[in-house]
T-cell receptor, first 116, second 111 residues
Framework: GAGVSQSPSNKVTEKGKDVELRCDPI?????LYWYRQSLGQGLEFLIY????????KSGLPSDRFSAERTGGSVSTLTIQRTQQEDSAVYLC??????????????FGQGTRLTVV | QKEVEQDPGPLSVPEGAIVSLNCTYS??????FMWYRQYSRKGPELLMY????GNKEDGRFTAQVDKSSKYISLFIRDSQPSDSATYLC???????????FGAGTILRVKS
């Protein structure tokens, strides 16, 4: 596709249920990021994938959160036993290469997660 | 204390005004600085990218970095209603791999 694609665009789930959020990065981009944006807050880093290297998971807020990237392309962010404080917009971004030497990370439109 | 501080606003200005948006940071390891613009219900998009202290100009936008003061700015000249959005500053460490964002400033340009 032309840009980063995220699905679903909106997700309402009951507290305690598991959810999966999907990200399709731009073809050929080796770096993939997940961020979380809560109302009135900046983007909070969650996890970073670069090629075949071990991901940087330092931003995951708890062990209920996990992410994988299959075949160096599509990524799935999974939240288990969702809590109301997990309600936020989850943004995925990809870039040609990772880190500051890459000048632009392209963002998807995000998945708006609401836990009721 | 957050690593990056940014006034969330909202900042409301008349069309044609000069807008000044600012961020301060505490981590001296930050070396690369960016400004992103985010329209409602959209993902952020890159506006400006700077490395060294000083000014960088692109059309109506000027990014300014003062590493000695740990202070960055974005100036918008001749502001337009279409500039109404949230502006997020972001920065990387020298060998980092994650962008650290400010909270974002909501800008409203009134026609």
């Amino acid at each position: 596709g032309a840009g980063v694609s995220q699905s679903p665009s909106n997700k309402v789930t009951e507290k305690g249920k598991d959810v999966e959020l999907r990200c399709d990065p731009i073809s050929g981009h080796t770096a993939l990021y997940w961020y979380r944006q809560s109302l009135g807050q900046g983007l909070e880093f969650l996890i970073y994938f670069q090629g075949n290297s071990a991901p940087d998971k330092s931003g995951l807020p708890s062990d209920r959160f996990s992410a994988e990237r299959t075949g160096g392309s599509v990524s799935t962010l999974t939240i288990q036993r969702t809590q109301q404080e997990d309600s936020a917009v989850y943004l995925c971004a990809s870039s040609l290469v990772g880190g500051p030497m890459n000048t632009e990370a392209f963002f998807g439109q995000g998945t708006r997660l609401t836990v009721v | 204390q957050k690593e990056v501080e940014q006034d969330p606003g909202p900042l409301s200005v008349p069309e044609g005004a000069i807008v000044s948006l600012n961020c301060t940071y505490s981590n001296s390891a930050f070396q690369y600085f960016m400004w992103y613009r985010q329209y409602s219900r959209k993902g952020p998009e890159l506006l400006m990218y700077t490395y060294s202290s000083g000014n960088k100009e692109d059309g109506r936008f000027t990014a300014q970095v003062d590493k000695s003061s740990k202070y960055i700015s974005l100036f918008i000249r001749d502001s337009q209603p279409s500039d109404s959005a949230t502006y997020l500053c972001a920065m990387y460490e020298e060998y980092g791999n994650k962008l650290v964002f400010g909270a974002g400033t909501i800008l409203r340009v009134k026609s």
